[in-house]
Structures are given as structure tokens and as C-alpha cells.
């Protein structure tokens, strides 16, 4: 693909179907006088109405109902759903049973990001249109990313009761909880996991990135004794630090008559970050000593403000969630019951949870006889939806020297550092580039 542009007073990039993104949309990225005049993020899937779903409900539905909203990130909405829930009636899961869901959320992680990393992202580095391309040239690498997904499935399949949409999870912890034995057969696996994350980390590490940083206001969970996956106060890169409770004071969605989709801002400030490079670049000092001597070794330590270098860290978090497993799994010992007694009150409550995309913000309004009276559910890409746009303009009004087909791959890519999840219904997305 060659790099250079003629220079034509107008051309037009179109791409009919944008592979390896989550549901349906198209963008439109107008450029006059090389300059960049328009571009949106298009969303024209109908609604699927998950929040009027869930109004009537008993509060214990949440998690099953949630589940259904992602088929890989179900651990994600669920773990949302049951901390809101707890908050309302006023209990704390802690102990060996708190020590579990960050077990199952490790397998989410695992799975989701490997997914992404060897199935949709890192195709547009080596070249390829697919992974199946990709394959046929990269065969053990394809085959050793499909290990390290199983390996979070199985953690998940474990725990949840099944790989997609589990159903062993409940507000209060679990309806059934493992016996020591039955971790100890993820130990071998996991063992051969993070060492094949590490290795995976340094072969991403050493790909072509594009050159391209932007001063992004970082969003995500921040815990003072872990790596965040499902509790901490919400921080951010400008000072934000607040309660999850507090979450609607500062953020807000707003609807663009271009899209069906709500996009999510902070008050004041616009657009930001959430997902792997807010969490890397506010919580590296507790990711454990390996992938923090690792980063180190690869020169990727924070601040990293490229986007598309998301790729290293999702690896990085890979082998995270790997180390996070083996400590659990050590050290797990059977709870006396799988759940605690949450007997529903009036009240409302919020949770949030960091699924691999970023933030999952969920809040529940329930009457004393927990019936749901109100949802609110903020999914990741929801609250990427402006950077990407930001992301997109920026790059393109850099990057227009580029020839058409330089440019549309690339612009294709900029969408997929932030592995979109527009919704588990298609997978394509439109792109036309409009140049006059």
C-alpha cells in the first residue's frame, strides 16, 4: 500500500463494511481544502430497550437479565447490576466470595482481550483483512492467542456455570461456589498463560504503530491496594475523584441526531478515555511486579498517550489477569454459604465495574418489595463514542498526505484501537470518507 497522495481537488474513500467491530453504524469523514470539516459517528441500530427491560423486575433479575446485554462482557453488566443491587440494601461482599468475582472477572479479561487482540486488532498491523488471513501466514500465533482465550473461558465456564451468558452469578455473590480441587485443575493452564501473555506482549510490542498522540482526560477505577477490575472510587487524569455514587453529578449522555445511540460526557470537560489505556496510565503502580518489569523492559511504561498502542497494554493486562488468577486460586479457601442475604428496601444504588473496554456504570431504583422501578445502564462505548470521533478528525487532518488506501485502512484502525462494542447484534460498520 503506498504511503503517497496526489493531489485531487476532491476524493471520496468509502468503505462498504468495516470488519471486526461489534454492530451497526456507519462514519462519515468529510475533508475540503485539507482540512476536515465533518465526521460522525453514525449509529442507526434500533434501540434494545435493556433499561424498560428491566423496570418491573425483581432486583435478584438483574444479573441474568444484564448478562444478555454482551455476550463477552456479561461478567461486566452483571458484576454492575450486583453491586448497585447490594448498595441499595445495604451489604458488603467481602472475604473469599469478593475474592471469587474478581476470579471470574480475570476470565473475562482474559478472553475478551485476546479475542480482540488476535482476532480483530492485530490483523491491521500485520497487514491482513482478517484473522483467518492471517492465519495462513501467523498460524502459531493464531493458535496460541485461541489457547489463551480458552483459558479465560474455562475460568469463566467455571464460576459462571457457562462461557457466554453465565448464570451462577446472584446479588449477594453466587448460587454455587467451587470446592478447592475444582481451581486447582485452571492452575496448569494458567501457569502456561502467563508466560505465553508475556511472550505475546513483546511481539506486540515490537509492531509498526502509527505516530499519533492526543491529550485524552482519562476515566476509570482506582483502588489504593489492586489493579481495578470491579470496585474503587471513579478518578481521572484532571483531578476527578469521586464516589461511584456521585457519578451522575459529573457525566451526562447526550443524543446527536446523526445517531440512535446515547454518548456520554463529562460536565464541562467533553469527551474522554476509558478502557486500557485510563486504567494503565492511573493504576501501573499496582499491577503486579511482572507485568510492571515487563513494561519496563519494553519501554512502554506510562504516560502512553497513543491510541493505538492500546494493543500492549490489553497484553499487558492479559498477563495482569493471569497473575491475579494464580494469587486467588492459591490462596482460596471454600466460604461458609455463596452468597449473603440481601433482602431488598427502598432506595436507589450505583455500581461500576471496569469491563475491557472501560467503565460500566449501572444504577437501580427499587421499592421495598424489590421490584425495579428505574434503570440506568452507561456501557463503555457509549462514553468512547466522542473520542473515537475526536480520534478520527485529529488523525485524519494529520495523516492526509496518506494515499486513499493508506488512510481508509487507517482510519479504519483508529476505530478499532478502541475494540467498539456498538452493540452483539452484526458486526460491520460503514465508513465514508468524503474529500473535496
Known amino acids: 500500500m503506498s504511503g503517497r497522495s496526489g493531489k485531487a481537488k476532491s476524493r471520496t474513500i468509502k468503505v462498504d463494511y468495516l470488519a471486526r467491530v461489534e454492530g ?9 481544502d485539507d482540512a476536515v470539516v465533518d465526521c460522525r459517528l453514525e449509529i442507526f441500530e434500533p434501540p434494545r430497550f435493556f433499561e424498560a427491560l428491566l423496570r418491573g423486575r425483581h432486583f435478584t433479575e438483574a444479573p441474568d437479565i444484564t448478562a444478555r446485554i454482551c455476550g463477552i462482557c456479561a461478567i ?14 445495604g451489604v458488603t461482599v467481602g472475604g473469599q466470595l469478593r475474592e471469587l468475582r474478581r476470579l471470574i472477572y480475570c ?4 478472553e475478551s482481550h485476546m479475542l480482540h487482540i488476535a482476532m480483530l486488532h492485530l490483523p491491521d498491523f500485520l497487514g491482513y483483512p482478517d484473522a483467518i488471513a492471517m492465519a495462513a501466514e501467523h498460524g502459531e500465533l493464531v493458535e496460541t492467542a485461541l489457547r489463551l482465550k480458552k483459558v479465560g473461558n474455562d475460568i469463566v465456564r467455571l464460576l459462571g456455570g457457562r462461557e457466554v451468558h453465565p448464570v451462577n452469578v446472584r446479588v449477594g455473590g453466587f448460587y454455587r461456589t467451587p470446592q478447592r480441587a475444582e481451581l486447582a485443575t485452571l492452575e496448569h493452564d ?18 509498526d504503530f502509527p505516530r499519533y498522540e492526543r491529550n485524552y482526560e482519562y476515566v476509570c477505577l482506582s483502588h489504593p491496594d489492586e489493579y481495578p477490575l470491579n470496585e474503587g472510587r471513579l478518578v481521572s487524569s484532571s483531578g476527578l475523584d469521586i464516589d461511584i455514587s456521585e457519578y451522575d453529578k459529573h457525566f451526562v449522555e447526550e443524543q446527536v441526531a446523526y445517531s440512535t445511540a446515547l454518548r456520554s460526557v463529562r460536565k464541562g470537560h467533553g469527551a474522554y478515555l476509558c ?41 499487558l493486562e492479559v498477563v495482569f489477569a493471569c497473575e491475579e488468577a494464580l494469587r486467588i486460586i492459591a490462596g482460596y479457601e471454600v466460604p461458609a454459604s455463596p452468597a449473603i442475604d440481601c433482602r431488598p428496601r427502598p432506595g436507589s444504588g450505583s455500581g461500576c465495574t471496569e469491563a475491557p473496554r472501560g467503565i460500566c456504570y449501572h444504577r437501580y431504583s427499587i421499592d421495598h418489595e424489590g421490584s425495579i422501578l428505574d434503570a440506568k ?25 496518506l494515499s486513499q488506501d493508506l488512510l ?12 467498539p462494542c456498538i452493540s452483539c447484534a452484526a458486526h460491520f460498520l460503514t465508513l465514508h470518507i468524503d474529500c473535496e
Request: proline share 5%; hydrophobic share 40%.
Open 107 to 110: 476470565g473475562e479479561w482474559i
Open 24 to 32: 451497526e453504524g456507519s462514519l462519515y469523514l468529510k475533508i475540503k
Open 275 to 315: 478502557g486500557p489505556l485510563a486504567r494503565y496510565n492511573l493504576n501501573f503502580d499496582r499491577l503486579p511486579d511482572t507485568a510492571r518489569q515487563l513494561a519496563r523492559e519494553l519501554q512502554v511504561e506510562p504516560p502512553l498517550h497513543n491510541p493505538f498502542k492500546s494493543i500492549v497494554v490489553r497484553a
Open 377 to 401: 445502564i452507561v456501557a463503555p462505548t457509549s462514553q468512547n463514542q466522542r473520542s473515537v470521533e475526536q480520534d478520527l478528525r485529529d488523525f485524519a487532518a494529520t495523516h492526509l498526505h
Open 190 to 207: 494458567l501457569n502456561w498463560a502467563r508466560d505465553a501473555a508475556i511472550e505475546l506482549t513483546r511481539t506486540v510490542a515490537g509492531l
Open 76 to 89: 461486566a453488566y452483571q458484576m454492575g447490576a450486583v453491586h448497585a443491587m447490594e448498595s441499595i440494601c
Open 408 to 419: 481508509t485502512w487507517q482510519c479504519e484502525q483508529t476505530v478499532r484501537n478502541y475494540d
